[in-house]
């Protein structure tokens, strides 16, 4: 299908994802990956915080109001908080998280899981699976729609996340 990845390899499609477990039969399977220049654990602090914003075109999904450029050091996600939050609504919920590892939540009824994984030393693979049930005459469209968003994300988490300040010595 058209948009149905971008910065992943054949291997990073076959991986399991915490979605797979909440939506087992999908009718739309997209994938995205990025590799981000830092360790997972200076990544996650960044990943979490799409429970704040969505970090893609704030201008388009957050009523033009800028996604935070600095770390707001906010609590461990949970399963049952709210997923992420645009146009100053929170909307899904976090359905499952393993600290450093995944975040997955739904949204709209889809599913999403977000994977950091450790590449060569100092790199970390953050890749996203999205699944849904739509309807096969919309889902090119949903794909093409989330290929923009979702690249714009990760592009931004990937930047956010390198640019940071690290501790001494790394």
Not at 2 to 7: D, F, L, N, V
Request: net charge positive; glycine share 8%; with cysteine.
């Amino acid at each position: 299908m058209i948009g149905s990845r971008w910065g992943v390899s054949d291997s990073e499609t076959t991986l399991r994802y915490p979605c797979d477990a909440f939506l087992p039969a999908p009718t739309l399977e997209v994938w995205r990956g990025v590799t981000v220049q830092v360790e997972p654990e200076a990544l996650w602090p960044w990943l979490t915080q799409v429970r704040v914003a969505p970090y893609s075109y704030d201008w388009i999904d957050n009523l033009g109001r800028r996604s935070p450029r600095r770390l707001l050091h906010l609590p461990e996600p949970r399963v049952g908080d709210p997923y992420t939050t645009a146009g100053r609504r929170e909307m899904g919920r976090i359905v499952a998280v393993e600290r450093g590892r995944h975040l997955t939540g739904t949204i709209l009824g889809a599913y999403m899981s977000y994977l950091l994984v450790p590449g060569d030393p100092g790199t970390t693979r953050l890749l996203l699976k999205v699944v849904a049930d739509v309807n096969s005459l919309l889902a090119p469209a949903l794909s093409v729609g989330d290929l923009v968003m979702a690249r714009r994300q990760l592009l931004n988490l990937k930047a956010l996340a390198e640019e940071a300040p690290r501790p001494a010595g790394r």
